[in-house]
């Protein structure tokens, strides 16, 4: 029967386990890696957004002041007849609210329109002013640049929309309205192919901001900045001595994860296989612990192959030692059979009758002998074959009757008690069983021995007892009473392998005979394991 897996090598993870998740994790580096690269795309709007959000508060500033320098002692009317727009209180930064994930990409802006009024006449002047300034930015910035006054019309720019509306943009109306907007849209032109290095941007949208500017309470006009983002590859050609660190960082991650699972799954395994192949080729080596395994089969592997090895190894043992024993008792009767033969071949003349019958007697008595022990080889070779029990059950008082018939016609008193019982056991093995012991009883215990038996149910099992009133067996003797072809009986035809015969069908039954230290005479006990409500076979 198989040992039971040790509760360590439970909570150890199987394989399917480990190959799972290191699976698990190489897919997640991919995958992982597309998030990043989707993350870090929204950072490059978001740094590109950050960057107008600067520019244009710069710009905005600038033009507050030129606007405040024009209108002069004016500024004051003026700005009453603006709306109201209260501001916060405080510091107000502009942070950026981007996100690919989240905000769509709206269609390219409207063209600009002629607006049905010039534009404010200190916001034109303040422009004036500004637009070289816008311009010389452009170089380095790489922005479209806009300021428009508070009715939308462009007073200065970057490109050539001066004097026209963009009030009808979406984020130009939040910035009028006193509210910063960031949007993405779409590139009016396609993208055009460029390369890595190149300062032309090939994202196929762009980043509109637009920021209010502000005179106290009142709107005086709008800033807007837009410009395309850097793309992906041209980030990461930016970053490529990085990238190329972070690829040998995932290679070495990779490699390591390989070597774990050789080391947790292949390296213990390789090592119980190379133990096996050394116990196939008959070497008998001790198994040694397989260590640091990380998964279950390795470590029940390890035990089956130990236990294997360990079985294989009380095989040979048993071989030799059994082998020994039977070169032992078949030496005597065939010495003596041959020196009979060899004497009658060249004495046989000379011989009396009398003296020929006896050395034919004898022969023919060496004979038998070794016919009774071929019978029981055979016997203890079946009773200790592993095999696999099948379902099996003797009723008792059945099996007793029908073994103690021969024997009690032969002249011996059996006498058996005890209540209905079913054993686990098939009927002829358990009568097996019964006549080894009766006959152990006929030779040993004496003419005028009696012999009882008695059996009852305990805890799931069937006890049964076997005594005799014969002298008993003497503590030398008792402890070698199982021993193959030990036996005080040899001339009476005692071949001293009854005893162990029956111990191993009692034990291939998972049960156990044993001789008890009582007496007056011999008490063996038999162990076997109860089949309650199994129909009883005799």
Not at 169 to 182: Q, Y
Not at 383 to 397: F, L, N, V
Not at 410 to 428: F, M
Request: glycine letters at 8%.
């Amino acid at each position: 029967m198989a040992a039971e897996p040790r509760p360590s090598i439970r909570r150890k993870p199987r394989i399917r386990t480990v190959l799972l998740l290191v699976n698990l994790l190489l897919l997640a580096l991919p995958l992982g890696g597309l998030w990043m690269l989707r993350i870090y795309e929204s950072a490059l709007v978001r740094q590109t957004e950050t960057e107008l959000v600067a520019q244009a508060a710069v710009i905005g500033a600038a033009f507050h002041a030129g606007w405040l320098q024009a209108a002069g002692p004016e500024a004051e009317a003026t700005l009453a007849a603006l709306p109201l727009v209260p501001p916060s209180e405080g510091w107000a930064p502009r942070f950026a609210t981007l996100d690919l994930a989240r905000d769509p990409i709206l269609s390219p802006p409207p063209e600009p329109t002629l607006p049905a009024a010039p534009a404010d006449r200190f916001a034109r002047i303040a422009g004036e002013a500004l637009g070289p300034v816008l311009a010389e930015a452009q170089r380095v910035t790489l922005a479209g640049m806009r300021v428009t006054d508070h009715a939308g019309i462009v007073v200065a720019t970057s490109g050539g929309e001066r004097g026209l509306s963009l009030a009808g943009l979406e984020e130009v109306a939040a910035a009028l309205a006193g509210n910063p907007a960031s949007r993405l849209r779409a590139r009016r032109e396609p993208a055009t192919p460029a390369g890595l290095a190149s300062i032309s941007r090939a994202a196929p949208f762009r980043v509109f901001v637009a920021l209010p500017v502000r005179a106290g309470p009142h709107v005086i006009g709008a800033v807007g900045l837009s410009r395309t983002p850097s793309s992906i590859a041209q980030a990461l050609y930016g970053k490529r001595w990085e990238l190329a660190g972070l690829t040998l960082a995932l290679v070495l991650v990779a490699a390591a994860l390989a070597a774990f699972t050789a080391y947790t799954v292949g390296r213990p395994i390789r090592a119980v296989a190379e133990q096996a192949k050394a116990v196939a080729a008959g070497a008998r080596v001790p198994m040694q612990r397989t260590r640091r395994s990380a998964v279950r089969e390795a470590d029940e592997l390890f035990a089956a192959i130990a236990s294997m090895a360990g079985t294989l190894e009380r095989r040979a043992d048993y071989i030799g030692q059994f082998a020994a024993e039977v070169s032992h008792e078949f030496k005597t009767p065939l010495a003596a059979l041959r020196g009979a033969l060899e004497l009658l071949q060249d004495h046989a003349a000379t011989m009396t009758p009398e003296e020929r019958a006896g050395f034919l007697a004898q022969a023919a008595a060496d004979v038998e002998r070794l016919d009774r022990l071929v019978r029981r080889l055979l016997e203890l070779a079946r009773a200790e074959a592993p095999h696999a029990q099948g379902p099996a059950a003797a009723t008792i008082g059945a099996v007793v009757e029908v073994a103690a018939a021969p024997f009690i016609a032969q002249g011996l008193a059996i006498a058996w008690r005890g209540a209905a019982a079913t054993a686990a056991i098939a009927p002829e093995t358990l009568r097996s069983v019964f006549a080894i012991l009766f006959e152990n009883v006929r030779q040993h215990a004496g003419a005028e021995a009696r012999c009882n038996l008695s059996w009852e149910i305990a805890e799931g099992q069937v006890l049964i007892r076997v005594s005799d009133s014969g002298r008993g067996i003497t503590a030398a003797n008792a402890a070698r009473v199982f021993d193959r072809f030990f036996t005080t009986a040899r001339e009476s035809g005692g071949t001293g392998l009854g005893l162990s015969i029956a111990r191993s069908h009692t034990e291939a039954a998972g049960g156990s005979l044993r001789l008890l230290p009582i007496g007056p005479g011999a008490v063996f006990e038999i162990i076997l394991p109860a089949a309650p409500g199994r129909a009883a076979e005799s």
